[in-house]
């Protein structure tokens, strides 16, 4: 049987077991052949590529550095300039309504006090109703701050004149703007305003002064005291919001917080009105150019009252002469003349010159040099001969005063003078203030008439203001004080929060002698030059003077006189001054000018300060 074997190494393939017959050739192996391609060539374009890498390398490093001088340009060059340009078109500071403090007198009632108000103007080529029915509408509800209201043909008048901007009203209180805003008319623009307001009118103007329309003071404590006046707040910053609106950025520290102080004067206002009174009556009937009153507490130098006339009504302050928003009770100078006897007097008898009870020879008139010096009565009453002291006062003797005054050393007469001020600036807390005039000492000393001539109150100029200061040194027992309107700053319930400093009063006579001489002007009351300043059941000491104008060359003008009286109430518990001051009355003395004026400014002295009557 036969039988067929199979490879185990090779599955399905036929193996035979007997060996290959003799002479059968093997099959060579086939050789193997790898194929192998021809290397590529490198394209052409190989070369470019380091150049344009290079290339755009360029182009970018050049943009780099084009960016970077942008930014230099931008941010350092300009940055500057630009971030102002970016802050004013997108942030904007605005200051909030801050109003001015409050102005009050002694007892607290408003002399000045800031409100809003508003400014009308009027652009016929808005509007959307007849031009007729905006007039009759806007009358309806217009009324100016003098309470008069126009008429609907006045105002369509006023349209006519121009398309737009047509001022028509200033100053319109505040309700009188939201009675228009109401009216909901187009071509009617209210702009608001703060603004000054003087509910006395001109009754203060005198020492409140005047704020202009950018809220500057001008004159008098709106003026010398500005800085306590204007208040101090942080402005507010707006932003622009997305929309285009502008809304505040945060609000300042402090914002919300105001304080509730006023300025308080010395000034009192009823005080104050009558005396007005009393000095335009006297300006008036003598057909004066002008005239000025003072009353002043000697024992501290408060002022209780300063009036000048004429005068000006604050609130319309454009409307007036520019030369009356001046103070001339302190701001001009004049020679005192016989007021300033008493002070003489008091020098005197500091400087052991005189004695109370000593007598001088009054010839009437002496000659001295080229100069002839007379007593104002030497054609109706002659020469007096031997008179006392009180008398020299109580009938103004010039002749008296000169041979007083020739006892004295010069020098020390000179050094008594300075050392009341003469020549020296008036410290005092109203701006403007003048310094007066005193000679040189020099020619003081050595030049015989200047002693004569100031001795009856010539060749040396002071202030009315400085005058009374003067004579409150007789009424307080010999202490200069310092003049001042400004009482302080208090808050709404009445008590102080801040007072200004003042200097020690400096002494400058013994109380014996100032005593004495307040004594000796009493007679000037009582039966001398000024009786018509004497009030029943009242010593009052006084004194009058009628000197001639001083001009600028040196000289007089002859027949143009200045006026004026000072009284010290009352002679035995002395405490206040009144000074009037008459300029070029037509006719008429100090005792007949002045006096009066004094005696009805002291008559309400008694009664709004109590005083009561003199024991005797």
Sequence with gaps: MASSNYSSGSPGRRRHRNPRPVGQLRSAPIPKFEVRQPPRPE???????????????????????GLCANLFRLQIARGPFLKEQAEYQQQQRSM??????PITDRNGNILAIDRQVYTLYAHPVLFKDPPEEVARQLASVLVFDDLSSPSAEDLLDLFGLAQS????????????????????????EL?????????????????????????????????????LLRRTMPSLLFQRAVNGAWVPAKLAT???????????????????????????????????????????????GSILTLVNEPSYN??????????????????????????????NVALALEAGAIAPDTFINDEGSIQMGPWTISNADFSSAGARGMVSITDIIKYSSNIGMVRIMQRMDPQVYYEGLQRLGLGKPLDIDLPFVATGTLKSSEQFVNVPIEVATSS?????????????????????????????VVEGLFNSEGQLYWQMSRPEPQQVFSPQTTQTVVEMMETVVEGGTGKNAHIPGYRIGGKTGTAEKASASGGYYRGTYITSFVGIIPVDAPRYVVVAVVDEPEGGSGGLVAAPVVKSIMEGLITLEHIPPSQK
């Design 456 to 484: 009856f109150g010539q060749g040396f100029s002071i202030t009315p203001l400085q005058l009374a200061q003067i004579n409150a040194s007789l009424a307080n027992g010999g202490k200069l004080v310092t003049p001042h």
């Design 43 to 65: 394209p052409a374009t190989s070369k470019c590529i380091p150049v344009r890498l290079y290339l755009v390398w360029a182009v970018l490093l050049a943009g780099i550095l």
């Design 254 to 300: 402090g914002f919300v917080q105001m304080d509730d102080l006023e300025l308080r004067l010395t000034i009192d206002s009823r005080l104050q009105r009558l005396a007005r009174k009393a000095l335009a009556e006297q300006v008036q009937a003598y057909k004066a150019e002008r005239g000025t009153a003072i009353v002043m507490d000697a024992r501290d």
């Design 314 to 343: 604050p609130n319309e302050y454009f409307k007036f002469d520019p030369e009356l928003f001046k103070n001339w009770a302190l701001t001009d100078l004049y020679e005192p003349g016989s007021t300033f006897k008493p002070i």
């Design 191 to 227: 702009i608001r305003r703060p603004h000054r307001l003087y509910p006395q009118e001109g009754l203060g103007a005198d020492v409140v002064g005047y704020v202009d329309d950018e809220g500057n003071g001008q004159a008098g404590v709106e003026h010398s005291q500005e800085n």
């Design 96 to 101: 909030p309504f801050i109003p001015r403090r």
């Design 165 to 188: 901007g047509i001022k028509v009203a200033d100053a319109l209180a505040e309700e009188v703007g939201d009675r228009i805003l109401d009216l909901r008319l187009d071509g009617l």
